[in-house]
């Protein structure tokens, strides 16, 4: 008898385990696999800052999927978006069609977490998928189109202000593409360098904490002579249009 096995999601833990599976199972005619997701790519999520920073192509960092499981016939993919699960069913609900399954992998991955700050949602960015680094880059480009035409000091360098909230991995690997990039940005907008304002809020009173003392102070020390200021010890209150009300 058939056996259904179906895995939602084709991030890292859905691409792993369907090539897992297909090796295990690649000689059972009874098992099928298939792996359903909203995307027909699989999206090199470490990267995300690399094309909020314009330093390389939403397209650099996607895989297609087709490609990726091409020695591995005994997936099928679908590109899908899944709404829900019948579970008594035993039924992926998808927009567009319906998957019986014997076995459910569940692997959508995760959603960036705002803790429940007010305006964060309406007023803040998130780094957490190819969409959010493509908003972030458009608004970084935006807000230095429009310094560009003000000729009000304060509200220029307002618009120059940036800031990144959280030290770890994503958060400093962020600041550093706007250290790189705002040299090319004040060049190609007219700007003056000195107007730009990078920040880091980090409520921990470390930055990095994931990794060796050595390394926190050798990234501290990069941060700290590239002008970033850091704001440490203290968390974020609430996010306003213009504002960012921190926790003191």
């Known amino acids: 008898m058939t056996k259904e096995i179906v895995i939602v999601g084709a991030g890292y833990a859905g691409?792993?385990?369907?090539?897992?599976?297909?090796?295990?199972?690649?000689?059972d005619q009874d098992i099928n696999i298939t792996l359903i997701d909203k995307n027909s790519f699989h999206t090199y999520m470490t990267e995300l800052h690399e094309v909020a920073g314009g330093r390389i192509e939403a397209d650099a960092i996607k895989y297609d999927l087709q490609r990726i499981f091409k020695k591995y016939p005994k997936v099928q993919l679908v590109t899908d978006k899944v709404l829900e699960v019948d579970y008594d069913k035993k039924e992926v609900i998808a927009e567009h069609q319906t998957l019986k399954f014997d076995y459910l992998l569940l692997a959508m991955g995760g959603e960036a977490n705002d803790f429940g700050t007010p305006g964060v949602k309406e007023h803040g960015f998130t780094l957490w998928s190819i969409e959010a680094a493509e908003a972030l880059h458009a608004h970084i480009l935006d807000a230095c189109k429009r310094a560009m035409v003000e000729h009000d000091e304060e509200k220029r360098r307002a618009l120059l202000t940036?800031?990144?909230?959280?030290?770890?991995?994503?958060?400093?690997?962020?600041?550093?593409?706007?250290?790189?990039?705002?040299?090319?940005?004040?060049?190609?907008?007219?700007?003056?360098?000195?107007?730009?304002s990078l920040k880091v809020v980090e409520a921990m009173p470390t930055i990095l904490n994931m990794v060796t003392e050595k390394k926190k102070t050798k990234a501290l020390r990069y941060l700290e002579k590239k002008g970033v200021e850091l704001v440490l010890c203290d968390g974020v209150a609430s996010v306003e249009e213009n504002r960012l009300n921190l926790s003191s």
Not at 15 to 27: D, E, I
């Open 15 to 27: 691409v792993s385990a369907a090539r897992t599976l297909a090796k295990k199972f690649k000689k």
């Open 162 to 196: 940036f800031t990144v909230i959280g030290a770890g991995f994503t958060g400093i690997e962020m600041i550093g593409e706007l250290i790189d990039w705002v040299p090319i940005l004040a060049k190609e907008h007219k700007l003056d360098e000195n107007e730009f």
